[in-house]
């Protein structure tokens, strides 16, 4: 079940096709991270409420968050607090934090037993499965298909991401709440 969990937290998190990471961003990241989340708690009541993504679709779930910051003129201001710790642009610290995510999640999962054929298989069941309530059946159709389709995404994180993020990978995990 610890991949349901895995599987989970990459809902919040979007796949990049950016530069390398490096020792030196994970660092800045996991330094500026806990003052980071305390202003974002610190406004949530002023943020709109998200909606539902696509099962997947990680990028608009990303994308999102950065225009809510927009809608609730909060952008400058999370801009200004994100510049004390070296970052450029909101969308810096969001793909790099997203690629960071993604990074643990791939080291995550390939710590886990579950392999993708193994979900294909499951989905097939389901799907197959008579006299399984239509709601369970549902929801267990697209929990599978987004664990799927996040799984695909996770297999593009490149290795020297993996290998960027191994040394810290306890940090990681803490500042992810994991």
Do not use: C
Request: charged share 20%; hydrophobic share 45%.
């Amino acid at each position: 079940m610890r991949w349901i969990a895995t599987a989970f937290l990459a809902w919040v998190v979007l796949p990049l096709q950016a530069a390398d990471l490096t020792s030196t961003n994970v660092e800045r990241w996991i330094g500026s991270m806990p003052q980071i989340q305390s202003w974002l708690d610190s406004h949530d009541d002023a943020m709109p409420a998200p909606s539902p993504a696509a099962p997947g679709d990680l990028k608009s779930v990303f994308d999102q968050g950065v225009s809510n910051l927009r809608k609730a003129g909060l952008y400058q201001s999370f801009h200004g607090e994100l510049k004390r710790y070296g970052y450029q642009s909101v969308e810096q610290w969001s793909d790099e934090t997203a690629q960071i995510s993604m990074a643990y999640l791939a080291i995550e999962m390939e710590r886990e037993p579950i392999t993708l054929s193994q979900l294909q298989a499951q989905l097939a069941q389901v799907e197959a499965a008579e006299g399984l309530p239509p709601e369970q059946a549902k929801a267990m159709k697209g929990m599978l298909k987004s664990t799927i389709a996040m799984m695909r995404q996770v297999r593009s994180v490149s290795v020297s991401d993996k290998q960027a993020i191994k040394p810290f990978l306890k940090q990681v995990e803490q500042v992810l709440g994991r």
